[in-house]
T-cell receptor
Framework: AQSVTQLGSHVSVSEGALVLLRCNYS??????LFWYVQYPNQGLQLLLK??????LVKGINGFEAEFKKSETSFHLTKPSAHMSDAAEYFCAVSRSSASKIIFGSGTRLSIRP | EAGVAQSPRYKIIEKRQSVAFWCNPI?????LYWYQQILGQGPKLLIQFQNNGVVDDSQLPKDRFSAERLKGVDSTLKIQPAKLEDSAVYLC???????????FGSGTRLTVV
């Protein structure tokens, strides 16, 4: 069975500070990993995805994530937070392109002025 | 490219009433998903369609929920009768088999009172 665990339901950082959102996965097969962002009253938007190519994945809005098999982690980072980054972020895992995506419980990111 | 369309955006009903949600996926996307997102939680898959056939409905409460995808395009999700715990956002998503990650609609927010 596959699952993801997001560490910290709420993360608060100052504007301009490093953003680090943590995600650990469990999978019996090589996983495909995703980060999605959800702004209030909107659907989910794909930030980035890992599909067994490069382990460092760059996404939209300056975010990136690194796949670390030894640590079973896929943490999301951004060097400098912007007020517009305030949203809910979901880590997710899938077995293949045709398989369902299983989501974590989410991390709410707040940005302090 | 048009996105995934969902309607209505909001719905308020009384418990024991019935309700239906509609989804129009991206043109050409063979796979369609319905997710339930309860406040404060990650999305949970209810049902997955491949064209007009059901691939996975293991998490669908079949005593009250039903879904169909006629002609492999549009889909309808129905709840009858609704319970208070069905209050959630219902998200529709679609994908191609060679694309890793879905495109989500904006969702329908259901409130059962």
């Amino acid at each position: 069975a596959q699952s993801v665990t997001q560490l910290g339901s709420h993360v608060s950082v100052s504007e301009g500070a490093l953003v680090l959102l943590r995600c650990n996965y469990s999978s019996s097969v090589p996983p495909y990993l995703f980060w999605y962002v959800q702004y209030p009253n909107q659907g989910l938007q794909l930030l980035l995805k890992y599909t067994s190519a490069a382990t460092l994945v760059k996404g939209i809005n300056g975010f990136e994530a690194e796949f670390k098999k030894s640590e079973t982690s896929f943490h999301l980072t951004k060097p400098s937070a912007h007020m517009s980054d305030a949203a809910e972020y979901f880590c997710a895992v899938s077995r293949s392109s045709a398989s369902k995506i299983i989501f974590g419980s989410g991390t709410r990111l707040s940005i302090r002025p | 490219e048009a996105g995934v369309a969902q309607s209505p955006r909001y719905k308020i009903i009384e418990k024991r009433q019935s309700v239906a949600f509609w989804c129009n996926p991206i043109s050409g996307h063979a796979t369609l998903y319905w997710y339930q997102q309860i406040l404060g939680q990650g999305p949970k898959l209810l049902i997955q369609f491949q064209n007009n056939g059901v691939v996975d409905d293991s998490q669908l409460p079949k005593d009250r929920f039903s879904a169909e995808r006629l002609k492999g395009v549009d889909s309808t999700l129905k709840i009858q009768p609704a319970k208070l715990e069905d209050s959630a956002v219902y998200l529709c998503a679609s994908s191609n088999t060679d694309y890793y990650g879905y495109t989500f609609g904006s969702g329908t927010r259901l409130t059962v009172v």
